[in-house]
């Protein structure tokens, strides 16, 4: 009795007073996020052609034989029918997320599946669009988004996570030419941004009574770096080149791209889903990096780890927050972009890793001053890169959700050596006054890891291939008791 009255004591005190037992508060959002390409296909008895989303920039990458057999895609060739059948299955998904405490679940919209073909294209208005919605994929989402709802659970909704419909990029062809390739996704803004906009719009209008929570674009500059700069064994993207000049108006036309499609969701989304008195809440996903210097007595390492610091953290934040566009990546921004600014309602950010640098004397990319810096070492767990990466997300004075965080094939004991560690090293950014309100666990079950198709697994519940059966690993059991504690 004395410990039970001691411990309600504790979790009545201020999270920030000396002594006090350390929890998230009551208002903190735990979930777990999933994306559709990496999900839905797979279906157990749906037939292949209407679980799989064919009409993906996506889809064509990773089924493409000639694609596959390129080394340079660094393509599994894993077909996609290993998937997990969340098409299918969401029910019963939702419905994990529901017992294992969760309070909200991050999902995508396939843009493709609503608009297979390009017909959608000669769409001028909502209305207009509305009529080329494929019938089958609206009647899904809907059904999708009630369950969410009966499940219990708040959904934030990605509206563009990577993949673009084939009828905008062409990555086969601009894989083999880029400067050559018809449909160039995010390099023919003046064709994609006002699609963007418009397919948002919809969404808005169509799911605007269930969704309040929207995410526009996923890690604009995962986009960039494995799709135009540095695809790698890592993470290749469509369409797989290495382009620095059109890195950088990718980079760029993501957060025109972005600022779109606030306007177009805050104007279509009219319906306060949640009860909270606002229709809408809109933010962008980036992941942020920890960093450090290979050599820590090196002065030009320490100059590497700000400059990458600046590359790969604050170039595009500085853009889609505050309107400054450095093209030149010079470390001044010489495009300033008012018109830009003040669409932003929050930050989703993701963490995975910190980056050892080596500093360089000579930029690794000519006429891009900022690029003096080589990442030797690309993949270290680091818990308290989580607390860096919030205080750095929180300085552009935007409440923050950590949209994605997970650990690839986790052990049994992944749940003590790192989801602990790093929702503590969360929990102490959130006792400094840190405004972070969420934290979704990456990845409610296993998933289509891109171009390593199945060969990475994230889930908090491991997905059987074949049978499709899903079983809780000991990092979900783990996160279970987190999240019904409120503390690590
Ligand atoms: C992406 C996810 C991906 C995860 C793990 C993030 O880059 O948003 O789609 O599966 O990291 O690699």
């Not at 308290?384 to 205080?391: I, M, Q």
Request: charged share 20%; hydrophobic share 40%.
């Amino acid at each position: 009795m004395l410990t039970t009255i001691l411990l309600l004591a504790c979790d009545s005190m201020d999270k920030d007073s000396p002594g006090a037992q350390p929890s998230f508060g009551d208002g903190f959002l735990w979930g777990a996020s999933m994306a559709g390409f990496q999900v839905e296909a797979g279906c157990p008895t749906i037939a292949a052609n209407d679980c799989e989303d064919r009409y993906s920039d996506w889809y064509q990458w990773v089924t493409d034989p000639d694609l596959i057999a390129d080394p340079s895609t660094h393509l599994s060739g894993e077909p996609l029918s290993d998937a997990p059948g969340h098409y299918e299955l969401y029910e019963e998904d939702f419905a994990r997320a529901t017992d294992l405490g969760l309070g909200g679940v991050r999902v995508s919209i396939e843009w493709s599946r609503l608009f297979p073909d390009g017909i959608a294209e000669g769409a001028e208005t909502v209305e207009d669009l509305a009529g080329r919605a494929n019938p089958l994929a609206l009647t899904y989402y809907h059904a999708y988004f009630d369950q969410i709802a009966a499940a219990g659970l708040k959904p934030v909704v990605t509206l563009n996570h990577y993949t673009l419909p084939l009828w905008l990029h062409d990555g086969k062809a601009c894989h083999a030419d880029i400067d050559g390739c018809e449909d160039r996704g995010w390099l023919e803004p003046d064709r994609l941004i006002p699609q963007i906009a418009l397919y948002s719009a919809f969404c808005a209008q169509e799911f605007g009574d269930r969704v309040d929570m929207w995410a526009t674009l996923n890690e604009p500059l995962a986009v960039v770096l494995s799709g135009y700069l540095l695809p790698s064994a890592d993470r290749t993207n469509p369409p797989g080149v290495s382009n620095p000049a059109y890195a950088i108006e990718v980079l760029y036309n993501q957060a025109e791209g972005h600022a779109a499609m606030y306007d177009a969701i805050k104007a279509h989304d009219v319906v306060d889903a949640d009860g909270d008195g606002e229709n809408s809440s809109v933010g962008v996903v980036d992941n942020l990096v920890a960093l450090k210097p290979l050599d820590p007595a090196s002065d030009l390492d320490a100059i590497g780890v700000e400059n990458a610091n600046y590359v790969y953290n604050l170039a595009f934040l500085n853009a889609v927050i505050r309107g400054e566009f450095d093209r030149d990546l010079d470390g001044v921004a010489e495009d300033i972009r008012p018109e830009l600014v003040g669409k932003m309602d929050y930050l989703g950010v993701n963490y995975y890793t910190r980056i050892t640098i080596r500093g360089l004397t000579v930029p690794l990319l000519g006429g891009y001053e900022k690029f003096t810096f080589y990442p030797e070492v690309v993949f270290e767990d680091y818990p308290d890169g989580l607390y860096e990466v919030s205080v750095l997300g929180a300085s552009y004075g935007l409440p923050i959700f950590i949209t994605e965080s997970g650990k690839a094939d986790p052990g049994d004991d992944a749940g003590d050596t790192w989801l602990r560690p790093h929702l503590a090293a969360l929990l102490r950014a959130y006792n400094e006054g840190i405004d972070v309100r969420g934290f979704f666990y990456w990845s409610l079950i296993d998933n289509y890891e891109w171009n390593h198709g199945m060969g990475m697994r994230f889930g908090l519940y491991a997905v059987d291939t074949a049978t499709k059966e899903r079983t809780l690993r000991p990092i979900g059991e783990d996160y279970r008791a987190i999240v019904s504690s409120g503390r690590p």
